[in-house]
C-alpha cells in the first residue's frame, strides 16, 4: 500500500511526537525528579549546618557562662571556711582570737571546746509584721488602696521571698568557750566583732562565714543604779504626796504614822544617842558597811559563754582546662 504525500508527513510528525514524548518520559521527568530530590536534600543539609553553625557558637557561650559561673561562685566560696577536723577547728579558733585581741578586743578566753564536723540548714528568714485589727479600724479603711510604694515594696519582698526561700544544707563546726572582759561594752564590743569577721586571704579580705548562737544577757550596773535611785526618791514622793492628800481630805482623822514617829524620837534613845553596850555594836556595824562598799577584781569583771558555729562548703574544680580538652576534641 503507498501512502501519499500527505500521510507519509503525518505518519513522520506522529513519529516525531512520540519519540519526544518518549525522550520526556524516560529522560526529562527522572531529572526533575533527580532535582526536586537534590534540592530537598540540599535544604536539610544548609538546616544541618546552620544548626552545627548555632551549636558551634552556643558552645563557646556556653564555655563562657560555666567559667564565669565557676568564678562568681568561687567568690562566695571564700565567704565560708574549708571543712576541718576538730584539731583544725582548734587552730582556726585561736586564729580568730588572735585577730580580736589585734583588733583591741582585751577579752580573756577559757574553756575552749570545739565539735566535730556535722552539716546545718542555712536558709533566709523574713520579718513578718504583725498587723492590729479591731472593728472600727476595719469600718475605717474599708475600700482604702494601697500607695504605689506599698505596692512596689510589696512585689520587692515577694521576689526576694522567691527567689531566697531555698534553703541549703552545708558543712558545720561549733566551738564554745568562755570570756571574760572588764566590763559588757567590751563584751557587746566583742560579739559585733564576730559578725563582721573579716580574714585576710589571698591578698585580699574576706568575711567569713561564722555565725554567733545564742541571746546575750548584760547588765549594765550604772544604769540600773540611776534607775533604783530615780525609783526611791519618786517613792518618797509619793508617799508624801500621799500624807498630805490624806491630810486634805480626812482632817484630823488622817493616820500619817507621824505621830509613831515623834513617840519614838522622844523616847530615851535615839539614834545620835545609843544606849549603853550600844556604841560597840553600832562601830562594828558601820566597819562591816566600810567592808561591803570595798571593791574587788572579780566585781569589775563580766564573764559570758560564747558558742560559734563555723559553716563551710566543699570548692568547686576548676572547669577552665576540662572545657579546652572537651572544644579540642
Do not use: W
Amino acid at each position: 500500500m503507498k501512502l501519499s504525500k500527505q500521510e507519509r508527513i503525518g505518519v513522520l510528525i506522529i513519529a516525531v511526537a512520540i519519540i519526544i514524548g518518549l525522550g520526556i518520559f524516560f529522560f526529562i521527568v527522572p531529572k526533575f525528579k533527580e532535582v526536586g530530590v537534590n534540592k530537598a536534600l540540599l535544604e536539610s543539609k544548609q538546616v544541618e549546618y546552620q544548626a552545627a553553625v548555632d551549636k558551634s557558637n552556643l558552645k563557646d557561650g556556653l564555655k563562657n557562662d560555666v567559667i564565669a559561673a565557676y568564678e562568681e561562685g568561687r567568690d562566695l566560696a571564700d565567704m565560708f571556711f574549708e571543712e576541718m577536723t576538730p584539731y583544725e577547728l582548734d587552730a582556726e579558733v585561736r586564729t580568730f582570737l588572735e585577730y580580736a585581741k589585734k583588733n583591741d578586743h582585751n577579752v580573756v578566753v577559757e574553756s575552749v571546746n570545739v565539735s566535730p564536723a556535722s552539716t546545718a540548714t542555712l536558709s533566709v528568714s523574713f520579718f513578718e509584721e504583725s498587723e492590729l485589727t479591731y472593728e472600727l479600724k476595719t469600718y475605717a479603711t474599708q475600700g482604702q488602696q494601697p500607695t504605689k510604694e506599698e505596692l512596689d515594696a510589696e512585689a520587692r519582698r515577694a521576689t526576694l521571698m522567691s527567689q531566697l526561700s531555698q534553703a541549703q544544707t552545708v558543712g558545720a563546726s561549733t566551738a564554745t568557750f568562755t570570756i571574760t572582759a572588764l566590763n559588757a561594752e567590751e563584751i557587746v564590743a566583742f560579739i559585733d566583732y564576730i559578725n563582721a569577721y573579716e580574714k585576710e586571704e589571698d591578698g585580699k579580705k574576706i568575711r567569713k562565714a561564722l555565725m554567733y548562737n545564742g541571746s546575750l544577757g548584760l547588765t549594765f550596773e550604772d544604769v540600773t543604779e540611776k534607775y533604783e535611785l530615780i525609783m526611791e526618791e519618786m517613792d518618797i514622793q509619793i508617799k508624801e504626796d500621799a500624807k498630805e492628800e490624806l491630810k486634805k481630805n480626812e482632817g484630823d482623822r488622817a493616820d500619817t504614822g507621824e505621830d509613831d514617829e515623834n513617840q519614838n524620837t522622844a523616847g530615851g534613845n535615839t539614834a545620835d544617842t545609843p544606849a549603853e553596850g550600844e556604841g560597840q555594836e553600832g562601830e562594828n556595824e558601820d566597819d562591816e558597811d566600810e567592808d561591803d562598799d570595798k571593791v574587788s577584781v572579780s566585781d569589775c569583771l563580766e564573764t559570758y559563754d560564747i558558742s560559734l558555729t563555723f559553716f563551710f562548703i566543699e570548692r568547686m574544680q576548676d572547669p577552665t582546662e576540662l572545657l579546652e580538652q572537651q572544644e579540642a576534641a
